[in-house]
């Protein structure tokens, strides 16, 4: 009997220990561990940090040269003093991987499309191994090796490169199952060694998502719809608002490169009103299109200081953990202050004792595609100049958890990958074969940029850092303590004939093929101008008079505003600085809103649809959480947009890109017989009148749920948030009452907005303030996960500067004092 | 006495074992404990569960109060239990106390029981 007995309870200890050491499945996701996980030696307890929690620490590691101490201020930004420059780097990597681990880690996995390993072929609604296919098939692995070589063929980036890694790798070796972050646990898995490709992966991350972008397929559809005139009229070169970045008639340098347009080219290229064709596929992944940012710097004739102000701040998606990581690093060479990326060494956006630097995004076309004809379906070989060429192979293995791997097999050839074929269906689905010509595929070393930027001492420095420079190409912002200001939209960028890249081209043989690369004295840098201010704010870079192509999505509103708001102010003061940074004023509004009064036939609307009309136009156009003016006017244009173009479009199921605002208001406000208005699949015909009208009482349907529900005003509607990388709400901050959008200086729209917001006056002290959303710990259990977003969406900043060793040894709010020491 | 001895044996051994071993190697001793302080079944098991249900509970209960209930508010809604960080620490206390406690009762049927004279 007793055997019995002790046979069923070793039996159920067994079981007990077994069914709380596995993931069990509830509801389609998996939970962790739960054994492991409520254990308080190993799991997330141990992951509850105390508040007040001391970080000192000594560490020691035969790869440093010398000593590094680090100090942690009040809000954890650590100031890293190091007698050697590459020390440095190391101590980056390993303060990166510390309160960073697992977001670089993730990021690195996500670039590499490797998130299948990781979260299991689909999980939460999320089918991660399409992501990833769509990664592989993009190149992100191959352009991240070519990068690593350009890299490590440079001695200097090779040296920091592997400090940096060497760092991550002296933290991530010093782990315990206990001390790994949360996620791992949730997940159920372990970090690997950092690697140079991780970097370099991190850095084509970026490329991705500021120079990934295209939308050739979309076009290509419609050029098969509409006439060369209607196309014109819904994708134009440029817009009437523009004012670009080098103001117009400003010389541009000439060069003897002349283009050949290819021969067949209007007959075969630019044909539009084609055949038609069969259902759509979803495109998995796009960087999104508001991936851009503001920066401008005045000079000191125009401040009150009578030094240069410098203002920068980056539109991504907002996250957590936050993208960026704040540090001041400090050797015999230089001191810097600014953001950094954990994955990345370096500081990237931010100020040393002469200067400040930062970027907007080019928004430059840097990614076409070819078709290409196979022999056959081994794809072995390809029809290029007149002969059958030989294509190369890249077998991309994705492994999946809990499943079989999958591989992709890609044919490589003059133009890059061939990332869709007869496996890999393209979004217009006819099976065919398009290689990717994509710039970021080509061997490039960003790093020495970066690294250079923190080191310049002038001007002359600045041209040195950038020159270099290929992708993703930016606006870098320049200023010095001398007075000098500039700004260059600085990348290679192809020499494009008009409309080249814009839609899929023959890859039959070169005719097609990026000719050259425009000569670096035409990315004309802007240098004290006269005006008294350099901005950027990704409008176009020139007017449409440059001699090359700007293929690409430039959005003119920012842009405008700004230079129209520094143009009248002088005298400037910081706190100026921090209102138009954080200015919600919408200016889309102020322009679309007398063409849409003209058209308005508020004769025509009920009696609550006049109500919401009324509260349109009592609207100061500011987009301040309160107002419910923003929520009427934003639904009232979508509304527009749909109600003008959906009768069009919906002429091919196809994807179709949707015109972009300024197209549409222009269109409406130059042309009162403007073509689209009509709704082609009605008899009668249509005015703008008709269209606005109704447009706004289709709106009017949306918007009195959202009145009904009280989530009109726009804070509530446009329900702004911070996401955690894995979507979790509980590690989110959600229905954050937000204003400001897309058409502000203030460009938060829902899960996308200001990642950084930076001003720098250079006066001899330099007075800085900065701030993001997030916090400097990426460990949710931690009070410094997210202390600084209640600042950030107050539009407050918090003072930062460079300071000195002897003077932060006597802080008293130090959060802990981290010695590196050679061991 | 022996039931005092049991449990503080147990949360000894139950708080070292996992720092060098895996989370639930404290089974493992929670089970060896029962056989050494040999006791009647109810007793095993009480004391047993008992040592792990207080050392989980109070070293989670440290963590959690340390971290001003942060983190635990967080994976309670996770993990579906609303958001009361309580329930939580509960459960986990409960998990540690139940698998030891099965564990020595499992010892103590590896023995006769033999009252002492």
Redesign the interface.
């Given at each position: 009997m007793?055997?019995l007995?002790?046979i069923v309870?070793?039996a159920?200890?067994t079981g007990?220990?077994i069914v709380?050491?596995t993931r069990l499945t509830v509801a389609g996701a998996k939970?962790p561990r739960?054994?492991?996980f409520?254990?308080?030696?190993?799991?997330?307890?141990?992951?509850?940090?105390?508040?007040?929690k001391n970080f000192d620490a000594d560490i020691k590691n035969a790869y440093l040269k010398g000593k590094v101490n680090v100090y942690l201020d009040e809000r954890l930004v650590p100031h890293v003093y190091a007698e050697q420059e590459n020390d440095a780097y190391f101590v980056q990597g390993y303060l990166h991987a510390k309160f960073r681990l697992w977001q670089m880690e993730f990021q690195a996995y996500a670039a590499g499309g490797r998130l299948s390993e990781i979260m299991g072929a689909k999980s939460n609604g999320s089918d991660f191994l399409a992501i990833d296919k769509f990664f592989r098939r993009l190149g992100m692995v191959y352009a991240a090796e070519q990068s690593l070589r350009a890299i490590e063929a440079d001695e200097t980036s090779k040296a920091q490169a592997d400090a940096y890694t060497a760092g991550v790798n002296a933290y991530i070796s010093s782990l315990s199952e206990e001390d790994y972050p949360?996620e791992y646990k949730?997940l159920d898995y372990k970090p690997e060694p950092w690697t140079n490709l991780k970097t370099a992966l991190f850095m084509k991350y970026m490329a991705y998502d500021l120079a990934g972008g295209e939308d050739d397929f979309e076009m290509t559809n419609a050029k098969s719809i509409f006439t060369k005139e209607q196309f014109e009229k819904l994708y134009p070169y440029g817009q009437d608002i523009l004012d670009p970045i080098i103001p117009k008639g400003t010389a541009i340098a000439k060069s003897g490169l002349v283009l050949k347009k290819p021969s067949k080219a209007d007959s075969l290229y630019l044909n539009f009103f084609k055949k038609k064709d069969t259902a759509a596929i979803k495109n998995p992944v796009k960087p999104d299109k508001d991936n851009g940012s503001n920066n401008w710097a005045v000079s000191g004739s125009k401040t009150k200081s009578g030094r240069p102000i410098l203002c920068n701040d980056p539109h991504l998606g907002l996250n957590f953990p936050s993208i960026w990581y704040e540090m001041q690093i400090s050797t015999p060479e230089y001191n810097a202050y600014g953001v950094s990326f954990p994955g990345a060494p370096s500081i990237i956006i931010g100020f040393n004792d002469s200067c400040a630097f930062g970027f907007t995004n080019a928004e430059r076309d840097v990614r076409d595609y070819y078709e290409i004809k196979f022999k056959d379906s081994t794809m072995k070989e390809y029809w290029f100049d007149s002969t059958w060429q030989p294509t190369t192979f890249r077998d991309e293995i994705i492994k999946i958890k809990d499943a079989p791997s999958d591989t992709e097999h890609i044919a490589m050839t003059v133009f890059g990958p061939v990332m869709y074929d007869q496996h890999y269906d393209n979004k217009l689905k006819n099976g065919k074969a398009y290689a990717c010509r994509w710039k970021a595929h080509d061997s490039s070393n960003e790093l020495r940029t970066f690294n250079q930027l923190d080191k310049a001492k002038n001007y002359h420095d600045y041209e040195n850092a950038i020159s270099t420079y290929q992708c993703p190409g930016q606006n870098m912002l320049f200023a010095a303590k001398n007075g000098d200001i500039a700004i260059r939209q600085q990348g290679q960028f192809p020499a494009k004939w008009k409309r080249q890249g814009d839609f899929i081209m023959p890859g039959e043989d070169s005719a097609y093929m990026w000719q050259a690369t425009i000569p670096d004295s035409m990315n004309t840098t802007m240098l004290n101008p006269a005006r008294g201010f350099v901005s950027s704010a990704n409008q176009m870079p020139y007017d449409t008079s440059y001699p090359y192509y700007l293929g690409g999505s430039y959005p003119p509103y920012r842009g405008f505003f700004i230079n129209w708001r520094l143009s009248n102010m002088q005298n400037i003061t910081i706190e100026e600085m921090q209102q138009l940074q954080t200015s919600n004023y919408n200016i889309l509004a102020k322009l679309a809103k007398p063409v849409l009064e003209k058209y308005m036939d508020v004769k025509r609307l009920s009696t609550y649809e006049k109500n919401l009309y009324d509260k349109f136009e009592s609207w100061d156009l500011k987009n301040d959480a309160a107002e419910e003016g923003p929520s009427v006017f934003a639904v009232w244009i979508d509304s527009l947009s749909d109600a003008m173009y959906a009768d069009e479009f919906s002429q091919t199921s196809l994807p179709l890109m949707e015109p972009v605002t300024s197209t549409l208001i222009e269109g409406i406000a130059k042309d009162s017989l403007y073509e689209f208005a009509d709704n082609i699949n009605t008899p009668q015909k249509e005015t703008i009148s008709d269209v606005v009208t109704l447009a706004f009482k289709n709106a009017a349907k949306t918007l009195n749920s959202a009145n009904l529900l009280q989530k009109l005003a726009w804070g509530k509607f446009k329900d702004s948030g911070i996401r955690h990388l894995l979507r979790?709400p509980?590690?989110s901050r959600l229905h954050l009452n937000a204003g400001g959008g897309t058409f502000s200086v203030n460009a938060y729209k829902q899960f996308h907005g200001p990642s950084w917001r930076m001003i720098v006056q250079l006066t001899d002290e330099t007075e800085a303030y900065g701030v993001y959303p997030g916090g400097q710990s990426g460990n949710?259990?931690?009070?410094y996960y997210d202390n600084f977003v209640d600042t950030w969406l107050a539009g407050k900043y918090y003072k930062i500067a460079i300071v000195g060793e002897a003077a932060i040894k006597k802080q008293t709010s130090l959060k802990g004092t981290m010695s590196f020491s050679k061991g | 006495m022996k039931f005092i001895s049991a449990i503080i044996l147990t949360a000894l051994l139950g708080?070292a074992a996992?720092?060098f071993f895996t989370?639930?190697s404290f089974?493992i001793t929670s089970?060896i404990v029962a056989i050494v302080v040999h006791q009647k079944?109810g007793q095993a098991f009480t004391a047993g569960f008992a040592a792990m249900f207080f050392l989980?509970g109070i070293?989670?209960l440290i963590?959690?109060t340390?971290?001003?209930h942060?983190?635990?508010e967080?994976?309670a809604?996770?993990?579906k239990l609303g958001d009361s960080s309580f329930v939580?620490l509960l459960?986990?206390a409960f998990?540690?106390g139940?698998?030891s406690g099965?564990?020595a009762?499992?010892g103590s049927?590896?023995r006769?029981y033999k009252a002492l004279a």
């Open positions: 007793r055997w007995l002790l309870c070793a159920i200890t007990l220990i709380l050491d939970t739960l054994g492991y409520l254990s308080p030696q190993k799991g997330f307890w141990h992951n509850a940090e105390a508040d007040d949360l949730l979790l509980q590690l949710p259990g931690s009070k | 708080y996992p720092l989370w639930w089974a089970f079944a989980w070293q989670a963590y959690d340390a971290n001003h942060r983190l635990s967080k994976i809604s996770i993990l939580l459960i986990t998990i540690g139940l698998i099965m564990a009762l499992t049927f590896t006769k």
